[in-house]
T-cell receptor, first 112, second 114 residues
């Protein structure tokens, strides 16, 4: 599976949109982009995923560039509870499973 | 409720002892994974299993062992050969399919060597 690059940390004001970038320049055509977040000392929580098209759910939006080499996770109105580490992962879409890798993620600090 | 359960939440081990961490899922998922997380770091893959009675080493398998005798269970044993076992351990599971499915994680076991 392709590897990802994310900034180490970001700050966001409460109530504003948080835009978290991810670079996955070696992504191949059958790899999905997944986003998870981890609040301190808990298991990672699934947020959203996509292949080519932009996706939106009740938690967030995922914008994938046309060449699929990067993506942005958008939390439209960040709250203090969104403070967490956010992981961007790419995973191959095959019937059999391979490893999937978590990088170091982005620590999002939402400030009042 | 369907989910993935890790136990215990906190575990203390004396140096030189083996210890087994439990991971159980009732989601009917085929694949299961074990990760290790050190403070301020990301998750590193220890072992994974795609199907019952089959498992593969991840990137940091030395000093660990696993078994997959039942679909629901994927226990991890931290052996005395693991020189730095103090860490947060996470188990995950995922259903077999097109790849368009997310992984579910347990709440983790924090292992401390005393």
């Amino acid at each position: 599976d392709a590897k990802t690059t994310q900034p180490t940390s970001m700050d966001c004001a409460e109530g504003r949109a948080a835009n978290l970038p991810c670079n996955h320049s070696t992504i191949s055509g059958n790899e999905y982009v997944y986003w998870y977040r981890q609040i301190h000392s808990q298991g990672p929580q699934y947020i959203i995923h996509g292949l080519k098209n932009n996706e939106t759910n009740e938690m967030a939006s995922l914008i994938i560039t046309e060449d699929r080499k990067s993506s942005t996770l958008i939390l439209p109105h960040a709250t203090l509870r969104d403070t967490a580490v956010y992981y961007c992962i790419v995973r191959v879409a095959t019937y059999n499973f391979n490893k999937f890798y978590f990088g170091s993620g982005t620590k999002l600090n939402v400030k009042p | 409720d369907g989910g993935i359960t890790q136990s215990p939440k906190y575990l203390f081990r004396k140096e030189g002892q083996n210890v087994t961490l439990s991971c159980e899922q009732n989601l009917n998922h085929d694949a299961m994974y074990w990760y290790r997380q050190d403070p301020g770091q990301g998750l590193r893959l220890i072992y994974y299993s795609q199907i019952v009675n089959d498992f593969q080493k991840g990137d940091i398998a030395e000093g660990y062992s696993v078994s997959r005798e039942k679909k629901e269970s994927f226990p991890l044993t931290v052996t005395s050969a693991q020189k730095n076992p103090t860490a947060f351990y996470l188990c995950a599971s995922i259903s077999r399919g097109s790849g368009n499915t997310e992984a579910f994680f347990g709440q983790g076991t924090r292992l401390t060597v005393v």
